[in-house]
Each structure stands twice: as C-alpha cells, then as structure tokens.
C-alpha cells in the first residue's frame, strides 16, 4: 500500500456568468468555450504532470460536472468511478445572484462587497458566507473524499471558487485574515500531496489573484 496520496482541486472553467461578470452562486450556467478550453488545457497539465485521478468528486451544478466531463474525455477515463454532491456547490450569494459585480459594488460600496466576497465570516444578504460554505464542504470532504486519500488514491475534486477556498484555508491552513487574499482562478489543478494520515507533504505556494 502506497504511503501517500494525491489530491487536485479544480474550479470549473469560465461559465456563460462568468464571462458576463455576475454573481453566480447556486444559479446553473454552462461553460463558455473558452470554460471548455481550460478544461482541456487542465487535463493536458494533469497528463504532462503524470497525476491521473483514479476517483473524482463533483458539485451538483452543471458548470462544475461539464468540466469534469471534459477532462475524462481527454484524459480518456471514462470509467472514472465519480460521486456527485450538492455538498460541494458554490456558496449562495443570496441577494447578489446575478449582478453584475461592478454594479453591485456602485449600490452596496466597494468595501462592503469585498468583505461579502472575501471575508470569512460577512454574507451578503439572504446568502452564505465562507464559514457557512465550510460548515458543509468540510465535513462531506472528512466523510467522503479522506477515506480515498487514505488508501492512496488520486482524488480529483471539481467544484468552485468559495467551497474550494474552504477546502484550501483547512489544508493550506490560513486564518481568517489570509483566506481574504485567496481567489482560485477557473480551470487551474491545485495538486496537493498528502499522507494517507491526511497530513499535507506538498501544497501549491501561491493562489492566483482575480479581479
């Protein structure tokens, strides 16, 4: 039995809300083409760093599953067992869905918006804050992703920006203050090496910034 195993993170690509610059949350578009491009150019990288997934987890928005679907077509592993869950969704952004970011920072102010985005602990209202996003990916990570990553298996997660920034802060652990600086870019592999005890060997060292 393997002594360690490999976890890679993946945020859909470019979805149609994306492009338009809106909140998205628990609203269902697809991937533009351009979504589909760095799908594929994410299953390139994985191929070119010798990291093949042997089981992969999902969200239960279409955005995050039509990235997975193109990374099994190009990675050629269409019997890839796979587990979808709504437990890995976006946050809700509530009151925000479907605004444009810049307008919405024009009617609520820049600063208050960047703390509905970033902070841990502010939601904008009728939505989740990160802590509440957490409260539901980590424990469905610790009930059903740890028990693969404990025989040594190459666990591919594919979901979104804040339930992946939950999944981050745990197992790069940053505090509050530092999860603020984090925004996971679409279609990028963070790939982590960890011990099948779930201690973290290997971490990415640098998060990519988005406006």
Same mark, same amino acid.
Not at 38 to 49: I, P
Not at 179 to 207: C, H, K, N, Q, W
């Given at each position: ?133 957490? !409260?539901?990916? +980590? *424990?469905?990570?610790?009930? @059903?992703?740890?028990?693969?990553? /404990?025989? #040594?298996? %190459? ?25 603020? !600086?984090?925004? +996971? *870019?679409?279609?990028?592999? @963070?790939?982590?090496?960890?011990? /099948?005890? #779930?201690? %973290? ?11």
């Amino acid at each position: 039995m393997t002594d360690s195993a490999t976890l890679v993170l993946i945020r859909h690509g470019q979805s149609a809300w994306n492009a338009e610059n809106r909140f998205t949350g628990w609203q269902d578009p697809d991937l533009t083409a351009k979504g589909i491009d760095q799908a594929r150019q994410a299953a390139a990288l994985l191929h070119k760093r010798g990291v093949h997934p042997t089981c992969a987890f999902v969200s239960g928005l279409k955005r995050a599953q039509s990235t997975l679907a193109e990374i099994v077509k190009a990675l050629d592993c269409s019997d890839l067992p796979t587990t979808c869950d709504s437990a890995l969704n976006e946050r809700n952004y509530g009151a925000l869905t479907g605004l444009n970011k810049d307008d919405a920072r024009a009617q609520f102010g820049a600063e208050t918006v960047r703390l509905w985005r970033r902070s841990w602990r502010e939601a904008p209202p009728e939505g989740e804050s990160l802590c509440d996003t957490a !409260a539901r990916v +980590l *424990p469905y990570y610790e009930r @059903m992703v740890r028990p693969c990553l /404990t025989v #040594g298996a %190459v666990v591919l997660v594919v979901a979104h920006g804040n339930s992946l920034r939950a999944l981050v802060m745990q197992l790069s652990k940053l505090d509050e203050k530092a999860i603020e !600086a984090v925004t +996971l *870019p679409t279609g990028a592999p @963070m790939i982590y090496r960890l011990a /099948t005890d #779930g201690t %973290v060997l290997e971490a990415p060292t640098s998060f990519t910034r988005e406006a």
